[in-house]
């Protein structure tokens, strides 16, 4: 089980401007800006299981690396789970709309299992992201 991720970024205002509207269609709010003094975004949702009452497990930030590597994470695919199939659509609207491209519209996914209902968009970095739900409708 995931615990939280964190993805470099070209430009940390881009990634704001973009994943602020998006993951709020998914339940998460933008819960820290700047750690430690760095570049830093951390979205959450409220969750009763975290002593916090918020589980922080979408990170971004921008600049180099201390440990080397590439500047940006890119060409990942990262899916946040939807509590119904109008939370995947309300994610792909807000994606599209915040800039990002269209890389499969709402719909059910038949291939993945009977009931996976997902969208996929571009973001700005390159990344295939995703919603979905895996419950009937």
Known sequence: MLDHM?????????TKAFYEPVLKTLGYALVVEGFHGGNMLGFGYPSDQDPTGVKLDTWFID?????????????????????????????????????????????????????????????????????ACHLPA
């Open 6 to 14: 964190t993805f470099r970024v070209a430009d940390i205002a881009q």
């Open 63 to 131: 600049g180099d690396s201390p440990y080397g590597g590439h500047p940006v994470t890119a060409g990942c695919h990262l899916c946040w789970s939807a509590k119904n199939r109008a939370e995947v659509d309300a994610f792909y609207q807000a994606a599209i709309a915040a800039g990002g491209k269209d890389n499969g519209s709402p719909g059910l996914r038949p291939h993945y299992h009977e009931h996976y209902y997902g969208a996929f968009v571009i973001d700005p970095d390159g990344n295939n992201i995703e919603a």
